[in-house]
């Protein structure tokens, strides 16, 4: 039993003595004790001031008194208002170290036949041009949030919603078919995101230009963009390849391997994955049936030009356009095709989709219009919305100009890892191979933990030389406490020193019990970033127990302590603070290197 179910029951027991009350000790909440005041957990007693009739702080006082006396586990106690801070006996600590280190996977929830199954969207990548800056928070928030919930004890499902079909894929493949003189990524080099990247954009620039040609010879701009010849023969593409032109299919499905191909390096370099990957080429069609069957069902309704609509005026909205008058989908449609078929293939009970808080509005429609059709995890359904990122200006180079990719970001960030470490000293006595692991690791875990730590919610500016600080809430900061402690541990193995303390005779001090209370805390703070989805508590959590454990190693000898059992309490304890640190950071799909 912990130390929290000890207290809970005790104080349960004491109501129901002192007031005669049958309180349920699982509802009664401690919380951790404020650092001004002494103590290890707060119990608030407001709510038993109506049994007791006596004033808040009397009440306190009285609960505090009986659970001295009959729980072993409580040392002192002291009042404040209706407030109850409870010393525990420091004897107490060492055993709850003890479990600890003898519970594997302490802190996470097993996911048994029984649990329910998430289905997490992440990523949603366009198959016209690389991964960016935006990408990589969506990734990182959505593979984060995966991890987090499987450790809360839910099956999850990651999945993918690649954009590879519309306008915007073609006008790619027109530029590859007019100016690329037959280039692969192979001919030249490049990956193939990156190759398709720079057709899109030249695309763009012969369009811009051809524009300004019209123009010049005396149409608005709205005209010289409507006659435009690139911008027809684009449109035209796009109507062979929806009629299944053979030609078009070819080309179309060559790019995109060569696209699909490049993503996959960069997702593996990323560290994300997917079990499962859509195609919006084999949804949108599944899309327009579903809408149809609605139609049918007159849950929908058609306009005289044959567009067919939903009216979400009943819940505040507007009315929703679901198939154009042609007859073509747009991308809610899509939306409810992809709905339909991962229904066909999983049995969702929570679908939640990681999208930036732009699409606020989408995901609130498309709530309304899946319930409506008959999915019964439709209105549950969850949009992690998320703000934008964004670098300061110059920081970075940027491959059109405007976007980030995310290639170079990552080359950047392990090119500054590397001088950083360089010039610290901290990579002294490496061979070359293991010089660059580290650096990788440093610089993936400084760009990963800096865009975690925030609270999703909020916009933010990722600045690269800030995050690879050695000192500071930052992702190296906590690999190095962790290479630290398998420093202290490898250096314990060498002198053959024990780390098994004699438990019984351990009283482990203040700053010692803070650590241990820290570590033992790890389960609730999964917990609250499962129910509140926020990779942030997990990566700000890491970072207090890591500045409380540098402060303990600072003030305390650990492998020159003379008692054997104090040094073997030191080492156990140090042992188990880096475990919370690495699965903390795996949470966070973070590496955390044992030499640094």
């Known amino acids: 039993m912990s130390i929290e179910n000890i207290i809970s029951e005790a104080v349960a027991k004491a109501v129901s003595a002192l007031y005669g009350i049958d309180a349920d000790a699982s509802k009664i909440a401690l919380q951790p004790t404020k650092k001004e005041f002494e103590g290890n957990f707060t119990v608030v007693v407001f709510p038993f001031v109506k049994m007791s009739k006596k004033k808040p702080e009397d009440t306190a006082r009285e609960i505090g008194n009986y659970i001295k006396e009959n729980c072993g586990a409580v040392k002192d106690f002291n009042a404040i208002n209706g407030f109850l801070n409870i010393v525990v006996e420091p004897s107490f600590w060492a055993n709850v170290l003890k479990h ?16 329910e199954l998430v289905m997490i969207e992440y990523s949603s990548p366009n198959t016209n041009k690389p991964l960016h800056l935006g990408h990589v928070r969506n990734n990182l928030l959505g593979y984060s949030l995966s991890e987090i919930l499987k450790a809360n004890g839910y099956k999850v499902v990651k999945t993918n919603i690649v954009n590879d079909r519309g306008i915007h894929i073609c006008k790619s493949m027109l530029a590859w078919e007019k100016w690329g003189n037959g280039a692969t990524p192979e001919s030249t080099g490049k990956k193939g995101d990156h190759l398709i990247g720079d057709f899109y954009v030249l695309f763009d620039k012969h369009y811009k230009a051809e524009v300004k040609q019209l123009m010049a010879e005396g149409l608005s701009e709205e005209e010289a963009a409507a006659k435009s010849p690139l911008m027809h023969e684009a449109r035209e593409m796009l109507q062979k390849w929806e009629a299944g032109d053979e030609k078009v299919r070819a080309t179309w499905k060559m790019m995109n391997d060569w696209v699909y191909a490049g993503f996959d390096q960069t997702y593996r370099r990323l560290g994300v994955d997917f079990d499962k990957i859509y195609y919006e080429s084999n949804t949108y069609l599944e899309g327009k049936e579903k809408v149809l069957e609605g139609l049918e069902k007159g849950l929908m309704y058609r306009k005289e030009d044959g567009s067919v609509w939903a009216d979400l005026t009943g819940e505040g909205l507007d009315q929703k356009l679901l198939l154009r008058s042609d007859g073509t989908s747009v991308y809610m449609t899509q939306d409810i095709g992809t709905a339909k078929l991962r229904y066909q293939d999983y049995p969702i009970d929570k679908m939640i989709y990681v999208v930036g808080n732009e699409q606020n509005y989408h995901f609130q429609v498309l709530s309304i219009l899946l319930d409506r059709l008959g999915f019964k995890w439709g209105k549950d359904l969850v949009h992690f919305s998320y703000g934008m990122v964004e670098l300061p200006e110059g920081k970075m180079k940027s491959r059109e100009g405007t976007v980030v990719d995310a290639d170079d970001l990552m080359d950047e960030m392990i090119a500054t890892a590397k001088a950083t470490s360089e010039e ?32 999703p919610r909020k916009n933010m500016t990722f600045n690269p030389k800030e995050s690879i600080d050695f000192n500071g809430n930052t992702g190296p900061f906590i690999q190095y406490t962790y290479a630290r402690i398998q420093s202290v541990l490898r250096k314990a193995a060498e002198q053959g020193i024990c780390t098994c303390p004699d438990i019984a005779a351990c009283a482990p001090n203040d700053k010692e019990v803070a650590l241990i209370q820290r570590i033992a805390d790890f389960g609730n703070v999964v917990a609250d970033a499962g129910k509140s989805y926020s990779p942030a508590q997990i990566a700000n959590y890491t970072y207090d127990l890591v500045k409380e454990y540098n402060q303990f190693y600072h003030d305390f000898s650990i492998l020159r302590e003379e008692d054997g059992n104090v040094r073997a309490l030191r080492l156990l304890l140090s042992k188990n603070v880096g475990e919370i640190i690495r699965r903390g950071m795996a949470l966070l799909g973070i590496e955390v290197p044992d030499r640094m």
């Open 100 to 115: 600890i280190d003898e519970t594997p996977d302490y802190g996470f929830k097993a996911v048994t036949p029984d649990s």
């Open 424 to 455: 610290l000293g901290k990579l002294d006595g490496c061979s070359q191979d293991e010089a660059d692991n580290i650096s990788r690791i440093i610089g993936l875990g400084a760009l990963k933990y800096f865009i975690l730590k925030v609270d």
